[in-house]
């Protein structure tokens, strides 16, 4: 089954780690921000000259750059069988100029999976998160703590925190979500793209909820060609 897909929600969300298992398991690309970003910079490809420059000055990189990067990359072979995009768009604005790029490729968007799940969660995700400097294993003291305080369970290696997971970034980092991301809800909604996912769940169950509801959205899919 092909499938052009998009992920929405929250930070913290787990939509990064959601569309990388849809990604292995489908056999198409997940294609993030983060890494085309990493990607152009290593190759010192022009983009990735100006990226480096704007992030190496605290700044973010212009959307200009963001979406050519987003361009080349459905343009590739990988991709004409389906795709996942994880962190893009990010606003209405970006989506709107999203829509051009896929017009110019010939490419639509069959579904935008929104990942749901509460705030207190999510905040309990970013706020009190710590990993191993060590061996690499993560841990949260609130959902997921170590045996042993401040302990890893595997090495005994004193843990370590990330100085922005905090409570008060958590939340920032939410507010912003709502006022820049969330509308993206309502704009593939009136699209009728959008499938709400239940994230208040273990990785795996909310995996079997999404291979489940791509199922029936093909299924509807296939009924409305038939018709």
């Known amino acids: 089954m092909s499938i052009r897909a998009?992920?929405?929600g929250g930070p913290g969300s787990g939509k990064g780690t959601q569309a990388s298992i849809?990604?292995?398991?489908?056999?198409i690309p997940h294609i993030d921000t983060g890494s085309l970003l990493r990607t152009e910079i290593a190759s010192c490809s022009e983009n990735g000259l100006i990226a480096k420059k704007q992030i190496d000055n605290g700044q973010l990189v212009p959307y200009q750059?963001?979406?050519s990067m987003i361009k080349c990359r459905l343009n590739k072979?990988?991709?004409?069988?389906?795709?996942?995009l994880d962190g893009f768009p990010r606003s209405l604005e970006q989506a709107e100029g999203f829509e051009k790029i896929l017009k110019e490729l010939n490419i639509k968007i069959d579904v935008v999976l929104n990942i749901n799940i509460s705030e207190d969660i999510l905040i309990?995700?970013?706020?009190?998160r710590k990993s191993c400097p060590t061996c690499g294993e993560k841990y949260n003291t609130r959902l997921k703590p170590p045996k042993q305080d401040n302990i890893c369970d595997n090495c005994n290696s004193s843990l370590i925190q990330r100085s922005d997971d905090s409570e008060e970034t958590a939340i920032k980092r939410i507010e912003t979500y709502k006022k820049e991301t969330e509308p993206l809800i309502t704009y593939y909604n009136d699209q009728n793209l959008i499938v709400n996912i239940d994230g208040n769940q273990s990785i795996e169950d909310i995996f079997k909820d999404i291979l489940?509801?791509?199922k029936e959205e093909k299924n509807n899919d296939n009924k409305k060609i038939k018709a």
């Open 6 to 8: 998009l992920f929405l």
């Open 22 to 27: 849809l990604s292995k398991t489908m056999n």
């Open 65 to 67: 750059i963001v979406a």
């Open 77 to 84: 072979p990988d991709c004409a069988n389906g795709f996942i």
């Open 124 to 128: 309990a995700r970013m706020a009190y």
């Open 212 to 214: 489940s509801l791509l």
